[in-house]
Structure formats: structure tokens, C-alpha cells
């Protein structure tokens, strides 16, 4: 089967990568892959900012409420599933995989070097050592000993935290060092990444935050727990819901949690942005009014050599 033509869309939140790969679907039909991290769980609708099931109905996204929060969700995992989709579509001839994060658009068109299993022993020890010490102490270690991968995971994120320490304690190399791939790519692509000026970034993702907790974010995030899963649960480390776990235990008050994901998403932007730039791409666009259809457009039809 001759592989596809990959329409890659990345950048930071708040930036229209979603609506620009729904107005390439209603113009050329061609399928969206969503390469959200998030997104994959089901019941983590408001926080993860999925689209509609009124516009998925009309538009099909791909790799949308696939696992449970519970579950852990790889960039293995999204490879495969990516690639069992293109192999059931056959002669579709371009695939948008469109989505913030890049590292699991970057596994897919570069490929990771397998990672050694872990031993249970070091396993045990590092999360004893989290228990013991708490993550603050953990991250700190890591800053010092891996800061490859210190740049480029969650520090916040418990789980993240342990993936490190345990592959550099078992293997002798960082876990990022891991995710290095292939120099060429596995798929002919055209690679855009979408952003725009800080300013106008910041008022989007501010408007956007606003409007997520007033559609009942908060609420959300209770009636996940409602359902049984734990606050430690995968699918709840993530950006906003932290914060809304950090109100229902009452460590935050609710008068502060629109402007603390708020600033948590700003943050994450800039990791976003920082992370493209160490990375290969065909087109850098800044987007300060319409979305750029047409030169996206033809860009890939150029680069298919149509």
C-alpha cells in the first residue's frame, strides 16, 4: 500500500489548528487524526476543548474518547493506532493529523527508538522514592541528572515525573533521548506550524478559559470523579483539571480558578512554541486574521506534485 500524504498541523493552544483542519476537510475531504494527548479520554470533554459532537457528526475526527481516564496513553500507542487507520482507509491520498501535541506528531513521522522494559525493582524504588520525598524533591533531582528531559515533559504531572526517572535509572539515558527518531520521515509530509503574535495568543486562550468554566468545567471534573476515577487518575493530570481538583479539595478558591488555568495555559504555550522550534517543520505561519486555506492548500498539492 503506498502511504499517504501527511498534512501535519501543530503549534500552541489557542492558535485555530482544529478550524483550519475542518475547513481542509469541507473543502478536500481529507480525514482528521487528532494528535491531542487529551483528547483521547472519554468524559474529558469541556476541559480538553473537543469539538462538538454536533460538528464531529458533520466533520469526523479520528483518536477522539478512545480510552478511559485510567488508562495510560502513549506516543507508541497513538503511532499504531495512526497507522491502523491508514492501513483500513487504503488509497486515501492526504491524512491531517492536527493537534497540539507535537511529540506524538513527531513519533509518527520520524518513528522512537524502542525503550528497554523497565525492571520492577526500579520501578518500586522510584515510586517509593516519590511517596518519600514528594515530586517537588524528584524534579529537582531530574533538573540536575536529565535536564534533556526535563525541558520537554509536564513537571508537573506525577506520572511523567516517574516515566523519567525510571527510564534514566534502568537504561543510562535520558528518556527524551528515546523520542530522537529517525532523521527522515517515515511519510511524505508537509509540516505547518500555526501560531500568532503573544498578545493576541494570550486574549484567545483567556476568552477561551472563561468560557470552558463557565460551561461547567468545574463540574465536569466532579462528575468524572462521581464516576469512580481517582484524582490521580492519567486522564486528570492534565492542564485545568489540576486546578479544578485543586478547588474541590479546597486548596484554590473558586474566585481564582478561571486566572490560574489561565496562566497555566500561557505557560504551556510557550512550552509549545519552544518545542516546535527545536524541531523540523516546512511552514512557521503567524495568523492574525483569516486562517491560511489556500496557501496550506497548495502547499501540499505542491509538495504531492500536483
Not at 478536500?28 to 457528526?57: E, F, H, M
Not at 497507522?83 to 486515501?92: F, K, P, Q, R, T
Not at 492519567?234 to 484554590?252: D, F, I, S
Request: charged letters at 20%.
Amino acid at each position: 500500500m503506498k502511504n499517504p500524504f501527511l498534512l501535519v498541523i501543530g503549534g500552541p493552544t489557542g492558535a485555530g489548528k482544529t478550524q483550519l483542519a475542518i475547513e481542509l476537510y469541507l473543502r478536500w475531504g481529507w480525514p482528521i487524526i487528532s494528535a491531542d494527548s487529551r483528547q483521547v479520554y472519554r468524559y474529558l470533554d469541556i476541559g480538553t476543548n473537543k469539538v462538538s459532537q454536533a460538528i464531529q457528526a458533520q466533520v469526523p475526527h479520528f483518536l477522539i474518547d478512545i480510552c478511559c481516564p485510567e488508562e495510560l496513553f502513549s506516543a507508541g500507542r497513538f503511532v499504531e493506532k495512526v497507522e491502523a487507520l491508514i492501513s483500513a482507509w487504503g488509497d486515501v491520498p492526504v491524512v491531517q493529523v492536527v493537534g497540539g501535541t507535537g511529540f506524538y506528531q513527531q513519533a509518527l513521522l520520524h518513528g522512537l527508538d524502542p525503550i528497554p522494559p523497565i525492571p520492577i525493582a526500579v520501578r518500586a524504588e522510584v515510586e517509593a522514592w516519590l511517596r518519600k520525598e514528594g515530586v517537588e524533591a524528584v524534579v529537582a533531582w531530574l533538573l540536575r541528572e536529565d535536564p534533556l528531559t526535563a525541558s520537554q515533559i509536564d513537571l508537573r504531572n506525577p506520572r511523567r515525573v516517574q516515566r523519567a526517572v525510571e527510564v534514566l535509572q534502568a537504561t543510562g539515558r535520558p528518556w527524551a533521548s528515546y523520542w530522537q527518531g529517525q532523521k527522515e520521515r517515515r511519510y511524505p509530509a508537509y509540516v505547518v506550524v500555526l501560531s500568532a503574535p503573544r498578545d493576541l495568543l494570550y486574549a484567545r486562550i483567556g476568552r477561551r478559559t472563561q468560557e470552558q468554566v463557565a460551561q461547567g468545567w468545574l463540574e465536569e471534573t466532579e462528575y468524572v470523579l462521581a464516576k469512580g476515577y481517582t484524582p490521580e487518575a492519567p486522564g486528570l493530570q492534565t492542564l485545568g483539571y489540576k486546578e479544578c481538583l485543586e478547588v474541590l479539595r479546597g486548596a484554590r478558591a473558586r474566585t481564582t480558578l478561571v486566572e490560574a488555568i489561565v496562566q497555566a495555559n500561557r505557560a504551556y504555550a510557550r512550552r509549545q512554541l519552544t518545542w516546535w522550534r527545536g524541531h523540523t517543520y516546512d511552514a512557521w505561519v503567524e495568523v492574525e486574521g483569516p486562517l491560511p486555506v489556500e496557501n496550506v492548500s497548495e502547499a501540499v498539492w505542491r509538495q504531492m506534485g500536483v
